[in-house]
């Protein structure tokens, strides 16, 4: 499981780890800083031999802010240096870490303004210019820049209020886009523990888009989470010598496929198709009978003991002709998997959709709820309150447009509005509300999906290409998901597994290059046997 924690909870393990940590004079810095840094060397040296064969020579540019981020940076530059790259520190603030500034002038690096707007390392240059746009790197930053092959970002790191100031901006705006960009902890900018990128004047993301992230002790919660998880590449987490235990539990978790491969339920000889689970599918309608062709073969292909499909003889017979393993009809089931692609005011599936939501809030059968089920929810939840946790297997698999829809029908009387754009720019925030407001795990759909529990517990998965955003993506990871919670695994577990595996066999399908829906189902068997074989996702 790859973690990551709070800034609060890994401030408190860095004061456990160094008791002296906020008494040291400056420029006398402590073990874990030295070893944040020494990690940093030697992953950015690693990386830069494997592009360019060897370090010697290597142009690495230092971006620096006024902080212990800045610190690290700095070390990391002087043992660069060392190892014979050409290092350049840029100074975006009036001061900067005073023992980080010594050992890199000591290993020969150099050390420059880089705002536009100051005169010198010790003069300020944050002032925005009077449209508010940024004041712009100095020449001498942007020649220093317009050469490097590496760019360490320390400009801001978990003490870092969200967005960038003028003179970061200018710095960041000069990174050549042939530049190998490092982020030092975290990308600056981003707010480390909601994830949320803040926007600059024009609407675009005020912060570092890194190709590499080294982070330290733990991941920090923006490094698995919607919308940081885009801008901060591939990452690598430095150990610094916290202990686990001062840590405490995480803020957010990922599914390795370790941990996938434990989850996914096998059949033993003692095993029939009843004991395995059966789903049942309310899908699809006279309109969108592909939903349901596209959520019955999901289930099909992931290995559901058996499939039931209830819906209007058209998809019906749709389904029949097609998956011959699927019985049409409802009857006794483990797990309901409802909404996807039913028009809520389809009269003809409104009946199964109400008998499977009473099923799960009256004998707790497990259901998953998408799409055109979440407005039968929402009136449930105005009408009794929110489900009970304990006694309900509840999963709400919305995408960002039908969370926003969702959480304004809870708020209704409030007169509340939520636009999908709040629920894209705060998805954490917004996926714990319904979560609390509902009583349901909500498995909210996006490049990376996040889930969360009511009682708070996090997970962001991405495992997917862009090519997954595509027309009936949603229904066969409803099929998926479905099976899962048939088998028995909680809604947590079965949205997470799920949504690893859904993204997993779209790369399968995709295998680079534009994928439909159904190819997505087909890969799902193939995914599953490379996990339960080798403990790894598919190359
Ligand atoms: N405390 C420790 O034990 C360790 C800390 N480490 C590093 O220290 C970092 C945290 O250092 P700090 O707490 O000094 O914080 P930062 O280095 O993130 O920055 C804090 C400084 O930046 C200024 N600032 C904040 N937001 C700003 C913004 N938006 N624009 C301009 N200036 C802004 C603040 O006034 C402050 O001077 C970590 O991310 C990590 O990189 C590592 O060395 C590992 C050990
Ligand atoms: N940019 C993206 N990268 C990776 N996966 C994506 C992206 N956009 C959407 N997805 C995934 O594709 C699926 C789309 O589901 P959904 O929005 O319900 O579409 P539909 O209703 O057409 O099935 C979800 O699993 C979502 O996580
Ligand atoms: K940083």
Request: charged share 20%; glycine share 14%; net charge negative.
């Amino acid at each position: 499981m790859t973690t990551a924690h709070a800034v609060d909870a890994v401030r408190r393990a860095e004061a456990a780890a160094d008791p002296h940590l906020a008494s040291r004079p400056a420029g006398q810095d402590g073990p874990l800083m030295l070893r944040a840094a020494a990690g940093l060397a030697a992953v950015v040296a690693g990386e830069v031999r494997r592009r360019r064969g060897r370090l010697y020579g290597a142009r690495v540019v230092l971006l620096v802010g006024t902080g212990s981020n800045g610190g690290d940076a700095l070390h990391a530059g002087a043992r660069l240096a060392a190892g014979g790259a050409q290092v350049t520190a840029l100074l975006a603030g009036p001061r900067a870490h005073a023992g980080g500034l010594a050992s890199l002038r000591a290993a020969g690096g150099r050390v420059l303004p880089g705002a536009a707007s100051s005169g010198g390392p010790d003069r300020p240059g944050h002032q925005d210019d009077d449209r508010g746009r940024a004041a712009g790197a100095s020449s001498a930053a942007e020649v220093a820049l317009s050469g490097a092959d590496v760019v360490l970002d320390g400009l801001l790191g978990t003490g870092g209020r969200p967005g960038l100031d003028a003179a970061a901006a200018g710095l960041v705006a000069a990174v050549p886009p042939a530049a190998l960009v490092v982020a030092v902890d975290v990308p600056s900018g981003v707010d480390a523990d909601s994830g949320e990128l803040p926007r600059d004047a024009a609407g675009r993301p005020s912060c570092v888009h890194a190709d590499l992230t080294v982070t330290f002790g733990t991941a920090k919660p923006a490094l698995l989470l919607p919308p940081a998880a885009r801008v901060v590449g591939r990452v690598v987490v430095v150990d610094i010598g916290l202990d686990p235990a001062a840590l405490g539990p995480a803020a957010v978790e990922e599914l390795d496929p370790e941990q996938a491969a434990l989850l996914w339920p096998v059949p033993g000889p003692q095993d029939d198709k009843y004991s395995r689970g059966v789903l049942g599918v309310v899908a699809g309608g006279d309109t969108y009978t592909g939903a349901a062709l596209l959520c019955t073969t999901a289930a099909v292909r992931a290995g559901a003991g058996m499939v039931r499909y209830v819906g209007p003889p058209r998809p019906t017979e749709l389904v029949r002709q097609r998956l011959p393993e699927v019985v049409p009809g409802a009857g006794r089931v483990q797990a309901w998997a409802v909404g996807s692609g039913v028009d809520p005011d389809d009269d003809a599936q409104a009946g199964p959709l109400a008998q499977a939501l009473a099923a799960a809030v009256d004998d707790g059968v497990p259901c998953l709820l998408d799409a055109g089920a979440l407005p039968a929810l929402a009136a449930r939840v105005r009408a009794g309150g929110p489900l009970d946790p304990e006694g309900t297997a509840v999963l709400l698999t919305p995408h960002a447009g039908e969370l926003a829809r969702l959480l304004a029908e809870l708020g209704r009387e409030d007169g509340e509005r939520v636009e999908r754009s709040a629920v894209e720019e705060r998805p954490l925030e917004h996926a714990l509300r319904a979560a609390r407001a509902t009583g349901a795990v909500v498995l909210l759909k996006g490049s990376t999906t996040l889930l969360a529990t009511p009682d708070g517990r996090v997970r962001a998965q991405t495992d997917g290409p862009g090519w997954l955003g595509t027309a009936g993506a949603g229904d066969v990871l409803a099929g998926i998901a479905g099976v899962l919670l048939a088998a028995g695994l909680a809604p947590f577990d079965a949205g997470a597994l799920a949504t690893a595996v859904h993204g997993r066999a779209a790369a399968v399908a995709s295998a680079g290059g534009p994928l439909h829906a159904e190819a997505v189902a087909l890969a799902v068997p193939g995914v599953v046997a490379h996990l339960l074989t080798r403990r790894e996702w598919p190359a």
